[in-house]
Structures are given as C-alpha cells and as structure tokens.
Antibody, heavy 119, light 106 residues
Framework: QVQLQESGPGLVKPSETLSLTCTVS????????WSWIRQPPGKGLEWIGY???????NYNPSLESRVTISVDTSKNQFSLKLTSVTAADTAVYYC?????????????WGQGTLVTVSS | EIVLTQSPATLSLSPGERATLSCRAS??????LAWYQQKPGQAPRLLIY???NRATGIPARFSGSGSGTDFTLTISSLEPEDFAVYYC?????????FGGGTRVEI
C-alpha cells in the first residue's frame, strides 16, 4: 500500500519561502504524477501543481510565479517551494499521487500538514 | 477556469436513507469528473472518477452519473461512516478545480 507523508515547518513568516517535502513509501515514485493541493482552514480545495517522475511540471496559473515543484527519485520524494508567502497561504497542504496515467485524479493522499503564515 | 457548483450545501439525512448530491459545471467537462469524500481532520478520499467509475475499495452503495455539465453522486443507503463532506472535481481544463462541497449530516 502506497503511503505519502508531508514534512516541513508548520510556521513560516510573511514574505519568506514555504518548503515542504513529500516522502513516498510502499511503492516507487516512478511512472506516476505527483501533486500538491492545499485547503485553507474551513474552506475548499485548491490545486497547486503537479510533477511527473521525469521532472515535467504544471502549475496553477494563480500561483505559477511563486511555485516550484521538484522530484528526487533516488529518495522517492518530491518537494514544494512557495515564495513570498502571505497569510492567504495559510492552509493544510496535501501531497497526492495521480491515478494510473492521470495527473489530475488522485488515489493516494498524505495526511496533510498545516502551514501557518504569521510573524 | 471552470467553476463547479455543488448543491445542496448541506444535506440532512438519517442512516439508511438515500443521498443525492449534485455538481454543475460552468462549461462542459465531458465525463472528466471525480468525487471525493472528506472527513474532519482527514485527507480527501477518491470515490468516483470519470463520472461513474468507482475507485478501488469503494462500496457499491456509492455511484456516480452524468456528463457534460450535470453530475450526480448517489449514496443508495447511508451508513454512519458516510456522514462527511463531498467534493466534485473536474480535470478537463487546467487548472483542475473543485466544487465548494456538500456536507452530509445526520
């Protein structure tokens, strides 16, 4: 059974960079799409972007200027960097795996990690 | 960006009753629509993909239908563990977008 686990700081100061890593266990990161999705407290879900194991990426246009997603196949990990954060970036951040060859439908999710942007 | 509107916002039902949830898209998404269930403090769980395909391990009481702009998630007989928030999500256009959710409460 594939498992995903997010890790990273739970508190980030405004204007700084949010950095999270997702570690995949129970399966290989190869041959799948991997996504970051976030959910502000009490609100709905927002897609941040995805990366294919080969390194190709696609980002939500609303965040594209601030987002970088990267992959490290040797460690079975992929990562998210979001620059110049504000309070509006406070959210639970999920990493997820694409179903089969589909980048946009996610069958396995991490438990999520709350990131708060505050000084 | 495609907007998905879910209705009703809240559905109050009893165990054993049938639940019918609606998702309407601002433009056609063909059959590229998924449904997720989310319980408090948990990640979303994939129920249905491509409008009507049950994900692995999902009970047969969950079914999806529709195409184009109008979709329905039906839970034939509610179990206690089904009380949760349900989201629809389209993958026709980038970025994928989610509906605002329907809360199914006891």
């Amino acid at each position: 059974q594939v498992q995903l686990q997010e890790s990273g700081p739970g508190l980030v100061k405004p204007s700084e960079t949010l950095s999270l890593t997702c570690t995949v266990s129970g399966g290989s990161i190869s041959s799948y799409y991997w996504s970051w999705i976030r959910q502000p407290p009490g609100k709905g879900l927002e897609w941040i972007g995805y990366i294919y194991y080969s390194g190709s990426t696609n980002y939500n246009p609303s965040l594209e200027s601030r987002v970088t997603i990267s992959v490290d196949t040797s460690k079975n990990q992929f990562s998210l960097k979001l620059t110049s954060v504000t309070a509006a970036d406070t959210a639970v951040y999920y990493c997820a795996r694409g179903l089969n060859n589909d980048a946009y439908t996610n069958d396995f999710w991490g438990q999520g990690t709350l990131v708060t942007v505050s000084s | 960006e495609i907007v998905l509107t879910q209705s009703p916002a809240t559905l109050s039902l009893s165990p054993g009753e049938r639940a019918t949830l609606s998702c309407r898209a601002s433009q056609s998404v063909s059959s590229y629509l998924a449904w997720y269930q989310q319980k408090p403090g948990q990640a979303p769980r994939l129920l249905i993909y491509d409008a009507s395909n049950r994900a692995t391990g999902i009970p047969a009481r969950f079914s999806g239908s529709g195409s184009g702009t109008d979709f329905t998630l039906t839970i034939s007989s509610l179990e206690p563990e089904d009380f949760a928030v349900y989201y629809c999500q389209q993958r026709t256009n980038w970025p994928p977008t989610f509906g605002g959710g329907t809360r199914v409460e006891i």
